[in-house]
């Protein structure tokens, strides 16, 4: 299906929905704040496990580190399509895009861009090698086969090894978990003859044994990445999921995770619509291990082994281009709890990397092998403090050392926790940037091996209360996170010498983030995020893409028996992209209504950018307008 919508020509203008809504979102805003999250945001931390943060499951009254999380039942309240369009609601993290669904996508964490965090997909590390830095392509990552995202913020170099100097992102896949055959899906169709679907479907016997297997999708015609441009650039996108574990004994199970993408886009050149250009990804992934307990429990240890390759291949009027990356990793964590307050994790992996293209005649690659241990302590009740350090010997730059310390103290008779963090990081230069070249734009020395990684080091201190039997929470987190040895374009430079240099001097990242979640009544839910960053370069300009200002606003309302409300406001405030390009103020606001017309089967309407906000992340880059979509979803048996 599809609807008709107002022509760019007849779009609000640039901050009029701001100007007109601002105040309403901040009066709800406050509200959320002098009023767990049941509403769309962040699940209420207090009463669930969180496995991020040590790598083990922990109580989350017990963790130090700043954390949020997403559940199936939050990504189901507003039936989006790809995983960005929820993390960007999230405290800390903005985004920025190159046009329509499946242009390149920016993610950053506390002001630290997709090179600095950690994407774990089931385990899986699907960032790609062959980039010319190393992160994950999240215009492709689709919501159908996710039930529960974790975001950790901050230094985590220790557990997590490069590349996790803002934080990691952690994403589960759906799992059966009723006994039984189990089956859900849905199918969506609206603006821009977009259709998108997803069908998951499950099996879990009375052993904890389970498989399941997602299949899900999107096609679009999209619209013209190009501000300016009348060429609609349209993206398919076929994704196919799966995980399974069969229990050997009760202290013993085989696990695996497989997944496999396959992607077109069509692209527009620069600044200008152009046609016959497209972009074509495939990625596999996939991983497996066992996990077994010793000492009647107290011994826990996981070993696995996953391994990654993904194709870029580029059909462009004046030549084809490919690049090719894969990974391959094993590892082993093991958990060994002296007592109920005193446990040890441990553990070692190794990992290669490497990538082929079209501009250099050989295939570069690294190895990195990393060692680590964290102990975890309560020396009181409610005080749990954790300690850890990482070795890492690197292929290329040789040894490199991390470490990170949290407490965290919890309060049971008011309901509050104080927290805190500090840590060290690192990130490996790319192989691009090692050994990458470009002659085609005179480019032969692009890549420098004599490059040394960037180094990080954050904290934060935060406060997490709760009021009203959990009805109400609210949190507040400071942070800084400096990072030195920055890896830059030094330009065309000096003949023969590299194009990549370390740049010396400190990138400052500072800010504040604020949270509240209230259940007003039994329905209607409230949940608010707001963050403020202030960025420093060593020159003195703000890092790019790194908005000041960002609130997120959400509220679920269930009027009826049987229908359910959600509506969501986005301001995004003092975006930056460089000092000769000005961004201007946004707010996006969206909302959805769905009927359960019988048990497990619901339809629903969303709408999305309401007020036809005329925007750009990207100066010259195309937005999406008012945009209405209608969907149908089903879950059997019914929860």
Do not use: C
């Not at 499946?102 to 965090?117: E, H, N, P």
């Not at 199918?187 to 879990?204: I, K, M, R, V, W």
């Not at 990242?509 to 409230?526: D, F, S």
Request: net charge negative; glycine share 12%.
């Amino acid at each position: 299906m599809s609807y008709s919508v107002y022509t760019t020509a007849e779009r609000a203008p640039k901050g009029t929905a701001r100007r007109a809504l601002l105040s309403s979102a901040a009066s709800i805003a406050l509200l959320a704040i002098a009023a767990p999250a049941h509403a769309q945001g962040v699940t209420q931390l207090e009463g669930i496990v969180i496995n991020s943060a040590n790598r083990t499951p922990t109580e989350a009254a017990k963790v130090g580190s700043a954390v949020e999380v997403l559940t199936e039942k939050d990504i189901q309240k507003q039936s989006k399509t790809y995983l960005k369009d929820y993390l960007e609601q999230l405290a800390g993290v903005s985004f920025s895009q190159n046009g329509p669904p499946g242009s390149s996508t920016r993610l950053s964490v506390r002001g630290v861009g997709l090179k600095y965090v950690k994407v774990l997909v089931d385990g899986i590390d699907i960032s790609d090698p062959s980039g010319t830095t190393t992160e994950t392509h999240f215009e492709h990552l689709l919501v159908g086969d996710v039930s529960r995202i974790e975001v950790l913020k901050g230094s985590q170099s220790t557990l997590y090894g490069g590349d996790a100097i803002g934080g990691v992102i952690s994403v589960e896949t759906k799992k059966a978990t009723k006994p039984g055959f189990s089956v859900s899906g849905g199918a969506e169709g609206g603006q821009y003859n977009t259709f998108n679907g997803a069908a998951t479907a499950g099996y879990a016997a009375t052993d904890g044994s389970n498989i399941s297997f997602t299949v899900q999708g999107v096609d679009t015609d999209g619209f013209s990445a190009f501000a300016d441009g009348i060429e609609d650039d349209g993206y398919r996108n076929v994704t196919f999921s799966g995980r399974g574990e069969y229990y050997l004994s009760p202290s013993a199970k085989i696990f695996f995770a497989a997944r496999s993408l396959d992607a077109r886009l069509d692209v527009d050149g620069f600044g200008a619509d152009t046609i016959g250009t497209f972009s074509d990804t495939v990625q596999h992934a996939g991983r497996a291990g066992i996990d077994f307990s010793l000492l009647d429990g107290a011994f826990q240890n996981t070993l696995a082994i996953q391994g990654m390759r993904i194709e870029r291949n580029f059909t462009e009027q004046f030549g084809d281009s490919f690049f090719d990356g894969e990974r391959v990793k094993g590892e082993y964590k093991g958990v060994f709890s002296f007592n109920e307050r005193l446990s040890l994790l441990f553990g070692a992996d190794w990992e290669q990397t490497s990538l082929e293209n079209s501009n250099i005649n050989y295939r570069p690659e690294a190895d990195v092998a990393g060692y680590f241990a964290q102990l975890m302590m309560e020396p009181i009740d409610g005080l749990v403090l954790t300690g850890g350090g990482r070795i890492d010997e690197h292929s290329t730059f040789g040894q490199f050392e991390t470490y990170r310390l949290t407490g965290a103290y919890h309060v049971s008779a008011t309901d509050t926790k104080f927290r805190a963090t500090v840590g060290t990081g690192f990130r490996a230069p790319s192989l691009d940037e090692l050994f990458g070249g470009y002659p085609a734009f005179g480019l032969v020395f692009y890549g420098n091996p004599d490059l040394q990684p960037e180094e990080s080091q954050s904290w934060d201190v935060g406060i997490d209360q709760g009021f009203l039997n959990g009805r109400v929470k609210l949190g507040a987190t400071y942070f800084e996170l400096d990072t030195e040895n920055a890896i830059a374009f030094a330009g065309l430079g000096i003949p023969g010498q590299p194009n990549m240099i370390n740049i010396p001097g400190v990138t400052e990242r500072k800010g504040v983030e604020l949270t509240g979640t209230a259940l007003i009544t039994e329905g209607v839910a409230v949940t608010t995020a707001y963050t403020y960053i202030d960025t420093e370069t060593p020159t003195g300009g703000r890092v790019p893409f790194v908005p000041r200002n960002a609130l997120t606003v959400g509220i679920d309302l269930q009027p009826m028996d049987k229908v359910e409300l959600n509506v969501t406001g986005r301001y995004v405030g003092d975006p930056f992209q460089s000092n000769f390009v000005e961004l201007d103020d946004y707010f996006l606001l969206s909302a959805k209504a769905s009927y359960e017309f019988t048990p497990g089967w619901k339809a629903y309407v969303r709408g999305d950018n309401l007020l036809d906000e005329e925007y750009e992340t990207i100066d010259s880059y195309g937005t999406a307008g008012l945009s209405v979509f209608g969907g149908i979803t089903m879950s059997l048996p019914n929860d």
